[in-house]
């Protein structure tokens, strides 16, 4: 399974992966990072298909995406 590991500390909420994401897994979420930005949040994470688009759209590169190995 594919799935997103969001920094913290590097989002600044912008949303942008928000649009990115084909499936809408990635949202803003009302949690702050230390720096006072409310944070996104990785949803679903079964219905991830590894496409790269939510880290493709990041300013701040804050999502790693963690593709599937397929046989
Ligand atoms: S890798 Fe693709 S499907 Fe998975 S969260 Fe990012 S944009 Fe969505
Ligand atoms: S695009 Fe990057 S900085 Fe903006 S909300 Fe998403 S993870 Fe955070």
Redesign the pocket.
Known sequence: MSYIV??EE?????????I?CPRKL?T?SQKPNSLG?T??IFNNPEQCIGCCL?AE???????TVFKENRP
């Not at 590097?10 to 928000?18: A, H, I, V």
């Not at 759209?57 to 999502?63: F, G, Q, R």
């Open positions: 969001i920094d590097r989002c600044k909420g912008c949303g942008l992966c928000t990115g990635v803003l930005y944070v996104a939510c759209m990041c300013p701040d590169v804050a999502i």
